[in-house]
């Protein structure tokens, strides 16, 4: 039990940093169930889905929400933990971030309508059914940083996106694992990274 309970308050306060980090509103009950979130992901296997979550989403909510609300709930976590952790580590992406963010908003939603303010919890899941992409983003920064380290290939990855893209995230992360960019080269067709 001491394990679990050090592994919760290792995860809370890893995700307090990043979202501070990210300039996420403070919110204690997300930071909370995100914290769990991660902590039940170290513990549990987890559970796999033999067909897409949209496909299995749409039949519980079309069976009866109210009865498969635990099922809706580990769609929506599953979603939530495979957009910000996984997705981006996998090199072979047939669906990406953005699917499993829209599966996670709908099944937090569906779960916000199904408590409606009867619960602590509905006002966790309506915060994550408006936008979950700030917090698929905080738990890719916190799988950068303490579960998948970067490789000489995810630089590459990130500093050709950079490129592309020039956006402030992979600047950012660039900087932090000692890749330089080179200020006189900031316009998007001429920028160097060395």
Do not use: C
């Given at each position: ?11 809370l306060?890893?995700v ?8 996420i509103?403070k919110d204690?009950?997300?930071?909370r ?30 069976e009866?929400p109210?009865?498969r609300l ?27 971030a ?8 709908c ?28 917090f698929?983003?905080?738990?890719r920064?916190?799988s ?5 380290r ?12 950079y490129?592309l ?24 067709k001429?920028?160097?990274i060395?």
């Open positions: 039990m001491e394990i679990i309970t050090r592994s919760f308050n290792f995860f306060e890893l307090q940093r990043t979202f501070r980090r990210q300039r509103p204690e009950d997300i930071e169930y995100i914290a769990e979130l991660l902590e039940r992901s170290l513990r549990d296997e987890g559970k796999f889905y033999l067909q897409p979550l949209r496909i299995r989403l749409w039949e519980l909510v079309q009866s109210g009865t635990t099922e809706i709930k580990e769609i929506g976590d599953a979603s939530l933990i495979t957009a910000g952790i996984f997705a981006p580590h996998m090199t072979r992406r047939i669906l990406g953005r699917y499993y963010i829209d599966v996670g908003e099944a937090y939603r569906v779960l916000f309508f199904s408590f409606h303010a009867e619960n602590e919890a509905s006002h966790v899941y309506e915060q994550l059914s408006r936008d979950l992409r700030p698929a983003r905080a738990l920064e916190i950068r940083e303490y579960f998948f970067a490789s000489m290939d995810d630089i590459a990855r990130v500093s050709e996106r490129m893209r020039g956006a402030e995230e992979d600047r950012q992360w660039l900087l932090e694992r000692g890749v330089t960019i080179l200020p006189e080269f900031t316009d998007v001429k920028r160097i060395v």
